[in-house]
């Protein structure tokens, strides 16, 4: 059964320095998603991406944060200067096309990716 | 931001008896909800799904049942196995919106 990867499945980093999530979403999904769970508190929406753009994104989804897709497979979310906050699980998620070309709602989610910011 | 709640941090029910999660919204503009299933260090799995026209979905074992005027949603699993023991998230979406609105999640534990 087609599943979403992410790697890393742990990345430990230094406040201030970049960080690089990557995401393989479903082969024949076209929308992309990140999400975050801080320890103990609700999974939240991040950015949603389809056709080479940002559809939708939160307001947790500020300048330090950026999504790419840079080639037909992968689809990554960059964390310019980490946080002592940015620590939380990271899931990506995937979904078809829905009727009239908004996304399915089934959205499938990665294994995550903990980031912990020291 | 509440617009998604479930009351209920913990749930504990026998094998083969029924388990009952609930979830309450306050957003009109949601029509179609989800459940998903999580376990430890996985990420959510998708259960089931309903849409705002309807009352009532099955799938095997998992029926969600809708209660548009009252803003509610239930997850019924039926008979429960020890293997349904996880942590069960509520969400919604509006339509046009890309986004889910995710519950804070009930434990599940089916005692053997």
């Known amino acids: 059964e087609p599943e979403v990867t992410q790697t890393p499945s742990h990345q430990v980093t230094q406040m201030g320095q970049e960080v690089i999530l990557r995401c393989v979403p479903i082969?024949?999904?076209?929308?992309f998603y990140w999400y975050r769970q801080i320890l103990g508190q609700k999974v939240e929406f991040l950015v949603s991406?389809?056709?080479?753009?940002?559809?939708?994104k939160s307001e947790i989804f500020d300048d330090q944060f950026s999504v790419e897709r840079p080639d037909g497979s992968n689809f990554t979310l960059k964390i310019r200067s980490t946080k002592l906050e940015d620590s939380a699980m990271y899931f990506c998620a995937s979904s078809t096309p829905g009727l009239a070309g908004v996304s399915s709602y089934e959205q499938y989610f990665g294994p995550g990716t903990r980031l912990t910011v020291t | 931001d509440q617009q998604v709640k479930q009351n209920s941090p913990s749930l504990s029910v026998q094998e083969g008896r029924i388990s009952i999660l609930n979830c309450d919204y306050t957003?009109?503009?949601?029509?179609?909800f989800l459940w998903y299933k999580k376990y430890p260090a996985e990420g959510p799995t998708f259960l089931i799904s309903?849409?705002?026209?309807?009352d009532k979905n099955e799938d095997g074992r998992f029926t969600v049942f809708l209660n548009k005027s009252a803003k509610h949603l239930s997850l019924h699993i039926v008979p429960s196995q020890p293997g349904d023991s996880a942590v069960y998230f509520c969400a919604a979406s509006a339509t046009g919106a890309n986004n889910l609105f995710f519950g804070t999640g009930t434990r599940l534990t089916v005692i053997p």
């Open positions: 309903i849409s705002s026209i309807k």
């Open positions: 991406f389809y056709n080479n753009e940002i559809s939708e």
């Open positions: 082969s024949n999904h076209l929308y």
């Open positions: 957003n009109s503009m949601f029509d179609y």
